[in-house]
């Protein structure tokens, strides 16, 4: 079975400075990976996914990752952060499914992004 | 904009008491999933379909929780008996390679 690791639980940074979020993942063979936004009461929306190609992705609100399969991490980073990226951020991984598509995600147990002003 | 609706937004009911959750896809996608979310264990899956015909229910507690997708726009998972132990945000999504999600069930037992 895959597992996630996001290694901090929760991440203090000051508006307007670079963060960047660890996650690394268990699996040695080809995976999907993906980070997922959650702000409150609310659902997870989609930032960014690596499914091929290029190791650096590019996603919404001015995030990337780097998918780094010998250290099999895949950081998330964004150089300027607002008030408004508070929010729980998800590391995800699934397999790939032999008849195209993925299968279910594993999840990471979250980074509570802080945005100090 | 497509969405992936869910019904009810939230439920509260007592123990022993049957409950249905309803998951309407995006139009189009052939995998749907459905995850439970809680404090204590974070996001698990629970089950998904694929072009309606259930892959993996390894996730989900065989004796009180199903999972059915009577057609290609409805998901349903029931839990009967409830226990307060099943409190928690249901989410489902759909999708392909990436899953979009719905905005969930808070599910209340009592």
């Known amino acids: 079975a895959q597992s996630v690791t996001q290694l901090d639980s929760q991440v203090p940074v000051f508006e307007e400075a670079p963060v960047e979020l660890r996650c690394n993942y268990s699996?040695?063979?080809?995976?999907?990976l993906f980070w997922y936004v959650q702000y409150p009461n609310q659902g997870l929306q989609l930032l960014l996914k690596y499914l091929s190609g290029s190791t650096l992705v590019k996603g919404i609100n001015g995030f990337e990752a780097e998918f780094n399969k010998s250290q099999t991490s895949f950081h998330l980073r964004k150089p300027s952060v607002h008030i408004s990226d508070t929010a729980e951020y998800f590391c995800?991984?699934?397999?790939?499914?032999?008849?195209?598509?993925?299968?279910?995600?594993?999840f990471g147990k979250g980074t509570h992004l802080i945005i100090q002003p | 904009d497509a969405r992936v609706t869910q019904t009810p937004r939230d439920k509260v009911t007592e123990m022993g008491q049957e409950v249905t959750m309803r998951c309407q896809p995006i139009l189009g996608h052939n995998t749907v999933f459905w995850y439970r979310q809680t404090m204590m264990q974070g996001l698990e899956l629970l089950a998904y379909?694929?072009?309606?015909?259930?892959?993996?229910d390894s996730g989900m507690p065989k004796d009180r929780f199903s999972a059915e997708m009577p057609d290609a726009t409805l998901a349903t998972l029931k839990i009967q008996p409830s226990e307060p132990r099943d409190s928690a945000v249901y989410f489902c999504?759909?999708?392909?390679?990436?899953?979009?999600f719905g905005p969930g069930t808070r599910l209340t037992v009592t």
């Open positions: 699996s040695s063979v080809s995976v999907y």
């Open positions: 999504a759909s999708g392909s390679y990436e899953q979009y």
């Open positions: 379909f694929r072009n309606r015909a259930p892959l993996d």
């Open positions: 995800a991984v699934s397999d790939p499914y032999s008849g195209g598509g993925a299968d279910g995600l594993t």
